[in-house]
């Protein structure tokens, strides 16, 4: 997997937005990167790995957030949020994530996450629940979107062993997990936004419930019908992003128009 380190690159600019990601589940299936391919913005296309790329669905606690130079927003700055995402590299080989949404708990954070890097957040009611017992840590995640009919999503996990760095899957949960980084359309216009954060420190998971509307809503609902691929779990990192970047040309600008000689008399 050249071009994906185990290390964050450093970022490319300041620092727009610091966050951190806690308690997160990541469930993966395989999918054909030609399915995937419309869904991706102008200028990127499926990575793949042994020739097949991933959809993810992922819940999480986002906490903390910060917009520099401004303080922590603690409070209205932590909720629950549930995103699905595709897997992109872009004509210069830098690879992301792609979201086809993101569904979170907080409506501040969604408009100014839409307005400032045009992502697909949607207001949600959602929320986590921990247990522990003599089974162990179990994670049972529900969220569903505000408004008539808004899917809904229901993921049950119990956390299991750190994944060793030897292990035959260790190079798969890099690639699923060690972006650093997401494309989006904006402003007609595709974006890349670097981000940095110490490696993950990922565990086994096991999927106990899963009952999903978002896989539906974004173009994979088969999906959810089979068990994920790949399960994965992580305390979590403290993020950094820094200013989006434009890899692609406006697609509204205008062309020039050729003058046209006139014709002889």
């Known amino acids: 997997m050249q071009g994906l380190p185990i290390e964050s690159p450093p970022l490319p600019g300041r620092i727009v937005v ?58 209205l700055g932590t909720f629950v949020e549930v995103n699905v995402r595709l897997y992109s590299v872009d004509r210069d080989g830098r690879r992301g994530v792609v979201f086809r949404t993101l569904e979170a708990g907080r409506l501040l954070p969604v408009i100014a996450a839409r307005l400032a890097f045009g992502l697909p957040y949607h207001w949600a009611s959602s929320r986590v629940v921990h247990r522990i017992d003599a089974s162990g840590h179990e994670l049972d995640f529900r969220s569903r979107r505000r408004g008539p009919g808004g899917p809904s999503t229901r993921i049950r996990a119990r956390l299991g062993e750190p994944v060793a760095a030897d292990a035959p899957d260790a190079a798969l949960a890099r690639f699923l997990t060690a972006r650093w980084g997401f494309h989006e359309q904006h402003l007609g216009r595709t974006v890349w936004a670097r981000n940095a954060h110490d490696p993950w420190p990922l565990s086994r998971a096991e999927l106990l419930e899963l009952d999903d509307e978002l896989l539906a809503a974004t173009g994979f609902g088969d999906l959810a019908e089979r068990p994920p691929d790949s399960v994965l779990a992580s305390t979590g990192v403290a993020t950094a992003f820094s200013r989006p970047q434009a890899i692609e040309a406006q697609s509204w600008r205008l062309q020039p128009v050729a003058r046209r000689r006139p014709a002889p008399a």
């Open 18 to 75: 610091e966050q951190r990601w806690r308690d997160l589940v990541f469930l993966h299936w395989r999918t054909d990167p030609a399915r995937v391919a419309p869904y991706l913005p102008a200028g990127t296309r499926p990575d793949v790995l042994d020739g097949v790329t991933w959809v993810g669905l992922i819940p999480f606690v986002l906490a903390d957030t910060r917009f520099p130079p401004l303080p922590t927003m603690h409070r």
